[in-house]
């Protein structure tokens, strides 16, 4: 989905991640690599190893 977004004139601008905590470092690492702005409101890794 983030690959595709990116590619469109239209796509979206930013990614609002309400997941659960678990899911959040993949889903934003996916955005963020596209090019896609993301919004957290909740930790985005719940590791260090993730973080890093």
């Not at 690959?3 to 990614?15: F, H």
């Amino acid at each position: 989905m983030a690959e595709a977004e990116a590619e469109r004139d239209d796509g979206i601008e930013a990614a609002s991640i309400v997941t659960p905590n678990w899911t959040h470092h993949r889903i934003a690492a996916a955005f963020l690599k596209a090019g896609i702005d993301v919004i957290l409101d909740k930790p985005m890794t719940t590791t260090v190893s993730d973080a890093r």
